[in-house]
């Protein structure tokens, strides 16, 4: 896994996004779930995890396949940026967990996401969610052209 820039706003959280969507291109293609990446990248810019939807599992999310790769006790979360290529899922049918409230149960403090749900399979709330919980929030929709793209067949 390639260090990158220090997560930070503006090109470098471009460059972690771009990411997301290459590990997307990864995912066992599906005709009833998003294909997505997620990258947990530390303050320095190593990167802590990496995951894409249906890596290790049929019924994984990409945020937990990129958590799963990451030590919950290391310091580094706490400094941490969380990137993922759609917004974290706040309810979902296969696990109990939704991926906005595995991410509440790090310390990871920020999260940024290129593309917003669409209400295809849920309504999801996870952005909302995760601010309500004190964590920092990053939406970049100047960067979803790329994951609609990976997700064209879904939308029809
Ligand atoms: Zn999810």
Redesign the pocket.
């Not at 999310?61 to 937990?64: K, V």
């Given at each position: 896994m390639t260090p990158g820039p220090p997560p930070a706003a503006g090109g470098a959280d471009a460059h972690w996004l771009l990411r997301t969507v290459e590990l997307s291109r990864s995912c066992p293609p599906s005709a009833t779930a998003f294909s997505?990446g997620c990258v947990v990248v530390a303050g320095d810019g190593t990167v802590l995890g990496e995951g894409y939807s249906r890596r290790d599992d049929p019924r994984d999310?990409?945020?937990?396949a990129a958590l799963r790769g990451t030590d919950p006790g290391d310091p580094r979360l706490r400094g941490a940026t969380l990137y993922s290529s759609l917004e974290?899922?706040s309810s979902?049918a296969s696990r109990p967990t939704?991926?906005?409230a595995?991410i509440l149960t790090t310390p990871i403090p920020r999260v940024v996401f290129a593309w917003r749900e669409p209400a295809l399979f849920v309504d999801c709330d996870?952005a909302e969610r995760l601010r309500a919980a004190g964590r920092t929030v990053v939406e970049r929709p100047d960067l979803a052209q790329g994951v609609r793209e990976v997700n064209a067949h879904l939308l029809g």
């Open positions: 997505v999310h990409a945020e937990e974290p899922c979902r939704a991926c906005s595995l996870g």
